[in-house]
């Protein structure tokens, strides 16, 4: 009786033993995995950064100015201004027109005879 | 009982026999036998406690020696972070960014590296320093030869390389040269908003990582918070709008040149919130490239040097306002009621002149509009010092302002030893308290606010902080109609903007010289101003250092001809960004259409 208990034991802990070891490698497995995904998150967030970092640098104002002052024939992009806005009541619309203007509130002097789209 | 099968019989017949045969006494060999039987037993059970000793001492060196060995592992090993422990949001805890108040970076991080020389592991030391001389200009072959050939056997090169450099040092080739990952403070903007952001440097620096620190400016006040990795993926939003700063320093730059100033500064404010939209000062410098401070020279002649918060100046009749409100607020006078401006008053060895003759008398409104020293200097006469040092501190006059900036706590205004009447007459008009520019916007802005202090802040806020109200809104309007009067038909008559009402005050104040006199032809000239004048929003000061106006046939330096008309020209180009909108008066009707406006 006792040799079947002892021999049960055994087989138990050796089982269990095997049970651990398999788990433990799974878990070391994971967290390998874990680990390269936070890696790569990483790096992506790094190169995410970069990118905002240099989408920051092209659209410094600075150079924005001089793009603008070098392209002013092409865009005329001039600073806003006072003179640049105007009353709904002043635009000039079709007799016909029917819309409701209440709804628009701001307006901008157009370059006469430049296409204003955008 | 283990081992001993065999049985020795207390009495054995072989024995017992022949000695009763020899008529001897048996019990003694019976006696003998069970002395020997008692004899290994106590053998048997000395074996099995040595044993178990044995055992227990095996366990308790195996116990100790595995927690010791943990021990000297745990203390002799590199610290390693835990590997299953789950990191949450932030993965790579880095310096967080800072942003304006839309969002728009105005610093960041990027990763770059530092080069070092391990110098047993150079192959030709010779080759590789010349090579390295050609790479960075700044470097010298010689000494380089001289360290990589003498006694060290490691040493920094380049604290942060660009990407071709990098390429460059690769293709040198030398195994003793040596990269080692950094992260590095970028502002893409370069020297915009400078003396806010400040800048950031290394601190105690490894091969592996370098810790980065911020200098001056919000990346030093706010250090703790951007280093904090719980906080590292939220940027740090300022009140700083990009679009605008650039705006105002882009004006100011202009105006500084074109009037020959040695230094000029301009402050952009929200008066409800306190939040500074703009701070700019000139010269600035390029936080990536930050300047060591000056070893020799004035400070304040350092590019590093922020004239908006450090600069402290006597503002001149800018303050005439605040005795005037102050007086009205005590009801001591009354818009229209006349003041006495015959002079010059005479004061033990002190006058009091005004730049003009005034006449007799002027309506308080008239004193502001005209700029009379002599008749604010009455009215504060009314006031008295006392009350009058009150109602300053109340605006924040008398102690430094906490602004979120480290630089801000150079800005203590220097006020009188002894607060007497006639400190209180001469600062009335703004002499005797030097205060600096950004203390000038604050009280402006209680004005503009309808009557409440305000403290100034460079962080973005979400709602009014006004703080307690130092004037009644009926006092905050008059004096409000005053300052626009002055730009209508007063000294700032050049800082009428089209579209947008503005009010203010000039002030011109002669630069205190090194002897403590004042100098002859070179002053500060400021102008304070609230803008759209009916429903005040922002409060700019602008003020120039030295600067002077030379298109006339002779040079003016009053702030009329010098800070207005800068100023004017930067409300014309800021309102529109700010979303004020303007007073529409447009003669080209035809030619407005219709915009899509997000």
Redesign the interface.
């Known amino acids: 009786m006792r040799s079947v208990f002892g021999l049960l034991t055994v087989v138990i802990v050796m089982g269990l033993a095997y049970w651990a070891y398999q788990e433990n490698i799974k878990t070391q497995a994971a967290i390998a995995r874990t680990e390269k995904l936070q890696a790569d998150i990483g790096a992506a967030r790094s190169r995410l950064s970069v990118l905002r970092a240099e989408w920051a640098f092209l659209n410094r104002p600075d150079r924005l100015i001089n793009l603008s002052n070098q392209y002013l024939t092409q865009l005329h992009l001039a600073p806003l201004r006072a003179e640049n806005f105007g009353e709904i009541g002043q635009v000039d619309f079709p007799s016909d027109f029917k819309f409701d203007l209440r709804s628009i509130d701001v307006i901008e002097v157009a370059e006469r005879g430049h296409n204003n789209d955008g | 009982m283990t081992g001993n099968s065999l049985r020795i019989p207390l009495r054995p017949l072989s024995r017992i026999l022949p000695a009763r045969a020899r008529g001897e006494n048996t019990e003694s060999i019976e006696r003998e036998n069970i002395r020997r039987r008692h004899e290994e037993v106590r053998e048997d059970a000395r074996l099995r406690a040595q044993s178990r000793l044995l055992v227990l001492a095996a366990i308790f060196i195996g116990l100790y020696s595995v927690v010791g060995l943990r021990m000297g592992m745990l203390s002799a090993a590199e610290p390693s972070e835990l590997?299953?422990v789950s990191?949450g949001s932030s993965?790579?805890a880095?310096r967080a960014?800072i942003v304006d108040r839309k969002g728009?970076?105005l610093a960041?991080?990027?990763?770059t590296y530092a080069l070092y020389v391990e110098t047993e592991h150079l192959v030709d030391p010779e080759y590789t320093a010349n090579q390295l001389a050609l790479v960075f200009p700044d470097l010298k072959a010689e000494k380089l030869i001289k360290d990589f050939t003498g006694n060290r056997k490691f040493m920094w090169i380049k604290k942060k390389l660009s990407p071709d450099q990098v390429q460059a040092v690769h293709d040198i080739g030398d195994p003793g040269l040596r990269f080692g990952p950094r992260e590095m403070r970028?502002y893409?903007?370069?020297k915009?908003a400078a003396h806010i952001l400040g800048g950031a440097s290394f601190g105690r620096e490894g091969v592996d990582a370098a810790e980065l620190i911020g200098v001056a400016g919000v990346e030093k006040t706010f250090d703790d918070r951007l280093r904090d990795p719980a906080q590292s993926g939220q940027a740090l939003a300022l009140s700083i709008d990009?679009?605008v700063?650039?705006?105002v320093e882009?004006v100011l730059y202009g105006g500084m040149k074109l009037l020959n100033a040695r230094g000029a500064a301009a402050i952009l404010m929200d008066v409800e919130t306190g939040e500074l939209v703009s701070l700019a000062s000139l010269p600035d410098f390029d936080p990536n490239h930050r300047p060591r401070p000056p070893v020799q020279g004035k400070p304040s002649d350092s590019p590093l040097f922020n004239r908006a918060v450090q600069g402290v100046y006597e503002l001149g009749s800018t303050f005439k306002i605040f005795a005037v409100a102050q007086a009205m607020e005590l009801g001591l006078v009354a818009p229209t009621t006349m003041v006495d401006t015959r002079g010059p008053i005479r004061w033990g060895k002190f006058k009091i002149r005004d730049f003009h003759d005034y006449g007799a008398k002027l309506p308080v409104w008239e004193v502001i509009t005209k700029s009379s020293n002599i008749g604010t200097a009455r009215i504060a006469q009314m006031i008295g010092a006392e009350r009058q040092q009150e109602f300053l501190a109340n605006l924040g006059f008398t102690k430094e302002i906490p602004l979120e900036m480290i630089e801000a706590s150079g800005g203590k205004p220097l006020l009188p030893p002894k607060w007497s009447e006639l400190s209180a007459m001469t600062i009335s008009y703004g002499h005797g308290l030097s205060a600096t520019p950004l203390h000038l916007a604050a009280g402006y802005a209680a004005i503009a606010n309808g009557g409440y202090a305000v403290q100034p802040t460079l962080i973005k806020q979400t709602q009014p902080r006004l703080g307690d109200r130092v004037m009644s809104e009926k006092t905050a309007r008059n004096a409000m109609r005053m300052l626009r009067g002055v730009v209508t038909n007063g000294t700032a008559s050049m800082g009428e903007?089209?579209?947008?009402s503005v009010a203010g005050k000039t002030g011109t104040a002669d630069k205190p010289s090194a002897t403590g006199r004042y100098e002859k032809d070179k002053v500060i000239a400021t102008f304070a101003s609230v803008f759209p004048a009916n429903d005040p929003k922002y409060v700019l000061v602008v003020s120039l250092d030295e600067a002077e106006d030379t298109t006339g046939s002779e040079p003016r330096r009053t702030a009329g001809w010098t800070a207005v008309p800068i100023a004017a020209e930067i409300i014309?180009?800021i309102?529109?960004?700010l979303g004020v909108?303007?007073?529409?008066e447009?003669p080209?009707?035809?030619?407005?259409?219709?915009?899509n406006?997000n």
């Open positions: 590997r299953a990191t993965i790579i880095q960014d728009r970076i960041t991080n990027m990763d970028l893409p903007n370069g915009l990009l679009s700063q650039a705006a882009r903007v089209v579209g947008y014309g180009r309102a529109p960004l909108r303007p007073v529409v447009n080209d009707a035809a030619d407005i259409t219709k915009v406006w």
